[in-house]
């Protein structure tokens, strides 16, 4: 596993610019099956989630062509339906592959994705709604076998507004008989992008970010290319930085819509924001105010910022409080922040903040994907040189994550 070994304690300063969305780039790379066609993609991230979805494609007989600034995968020649379990095993968000897979062809196999750094991530939500629709599902020594004759369209009522299964409901209903109504339905923008790439592939969906979506089955789709929408959590990751660094900084080509209720934290704790179209810019007061986060389903506070900001607030003054309500295993990496000098407590779904007047140099680690960019984060902030170790997890999710913090002035290297 490789290290950044980071010389923190100074400002960051200028510009930076947010790549494509990874969590609207993996179910829209899953959708390209659907059109047994030509997709070309652009903004799409090169991160190792999108590079780990281009091996399953090609490994089940798809073709993925990088140019300049644009991918085209050809799904016309796909002729498998198992996902082999070593790949499953990577990304666990490959079990976005289903879908697509039962939509176009109407089989696939794939095993349990098993649980991972902030949680079990079981996938009942996806197999209740495959049922719904008609799909016969067998399970043998954790493989999932699942085939049907024709989808159907049927109601479909989430007991949790799963954003995975919600994607997997409309994937494998666009091409279904009839009509589906899925309700308490996840509401995140990445699903906004994913319904906007399908209706242009020829689909016939309405209703994304609401919690009421309706799927009208088509015939075929169509070639497609479509730009991926700005990350949200890359733009969150970037504002909070700033903000613990106590920068002014820009950040371009984000979508600020897509992060109010983080803008409005970040206020509270004393930043000032400037928004003009795609560009927020940031300037960070000498001590920022702890304040308490509450994460929620989208339009919430999203879990995949808790461990960023709540790291913001171990220098803050003040008691910060935290609950994490959607995963139950999100609080890995405080263990890492106490090693820097971090006074947190945890309580099942709460943490608590104490504001300390600043953090101390450690040989740390990454826990997982966003825990990891919470260390850099900290290192960043804390004078002396920090190791974090372990930043495979960071690589995939974060594109030319080094470059953009050397670029805003940040003194950081890779050491292989
Ligand atoms: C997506 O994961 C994101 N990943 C996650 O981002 C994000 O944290 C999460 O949504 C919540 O916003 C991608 O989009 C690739 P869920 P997903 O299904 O779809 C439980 C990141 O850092 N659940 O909404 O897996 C589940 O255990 C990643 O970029 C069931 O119980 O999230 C969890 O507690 C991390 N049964 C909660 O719902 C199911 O069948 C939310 O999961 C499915 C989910």
């Known amino acids: 596993m490789s290290t950044y070994i980071i010389q923190g304690g100074k400002k960051l300063e200028g510009e930076v610019s947010i790549s494509g969305s990874k969590n609207a780039a993996l179910p829209i790379i899953a959708a ?4 047994a066609g030509k997709t070309t993609l652009y903004n799409l991230p090169d991160i190792h989630d999108t590079q780990m979805m281009f091996e399953i494609l090609k490994s089940i007989g798809g073709k993925v062509t990088k140019k300049h600034n644009k991918v085209i995968i050809d799904t016309s020649k796909v002729n ?4 082999k379990e070593e790949l499953m095993r990577q990304m666990r968000s490959s079990v976005i592959f289903a879908g697509s897979l039962l939509g176009k062809h109407h089989q696939c196999t794939f095993c349990y994705p098993g649980g991972c750094d902030i949680g079990t991530r079981p996938i009942d939500l996806h197999l209740k709604a495959f049922e719904k629709i008609g799909i016969n599902i067998s399970q043998n020594y954790g493989n999932i076998s699942c085939s049907c004759d024709k989808i159907t369209g049927e109601k479909i009522d989430f007991e ?10 409309i994937l494998a209903t666009c091409l279904a008989e009839g009509k589906t109504v899925i309700t ?7 699903i906004i992008d994913l ?11 309405k209703g994304a970010g609401s919690n009421k979506i309706e799927v009208i089955g088509v015939k075929n789709l169509k070639d497609v290319s479509y730009n991926i929408m700005p990350d949200r959590i890359e733009t969150g990751t970037f504002l909070c930085m700033a903000a613990m660094t106590n920068s002014n900084i820009t950040i371009k080509k984000a979508n600020p819509l897509h992060i109010t209720p983080v803008i409005d934290k ?10 003009e179209k795609d560009n927020i810019e940031i300037l960070a ?22 461990s960023i900001f709540a790291t913001m607030l171990t220098t803050a003054k003040g008691t910060s409080v935290i609950i994490e309500n959607i995963f139950e295993n999100r609080y890995r990496y405080t263990q890492e922040l106490i090693r820097m000098g971090a006074k947190i407590t945890i ?5 608590v903040i104490k504001g300390t007047k600043k953090l101390y140099p450690a040989n740390v680690k990454a826990t997982d994907l966003r825990g990891g960019a919470s260390m850099v984060i900290a290192a960043l902030s804390t004078k002396g040189t920090t190791k974090v170790d372990n930043i495979e997890y960071i690589l995939r999710g974060y594109e030319n994550f080094d470059k953009k913090i050397q670029q805003l002035g940040g003194k950081i290297e890779i050491q292989k």
């Open 32 to 35: 390209s099956i659907l059109n």
């Open 266 to 275: 970040l206020e509270e704790t004393g930043c000032t924001l400037k928004i």
């Open 160 to 169: 949790f507004p799963s954003v995975g299964a919600t994607e997997n409901a």
């Open 285 to 306: 007061p000498k001590k920022l105010k702890a304040v308490d986060i509450k994460t929620m389903p989208y339009p919430g506070f999203p879990t995949d910022l808790q």
């Open 80 to 83: 498998k339906y198992e996902i």
């Open 347 to 351: 309580e099942g779904k709460t943490a």
């Open 195 to 205: 319904q906007n790439f399908l209706n242009k592939m020829g689909a016939n969906i």
């Open 184 to 190: 308490n339905a996840a509401r995140e923008p990445e």
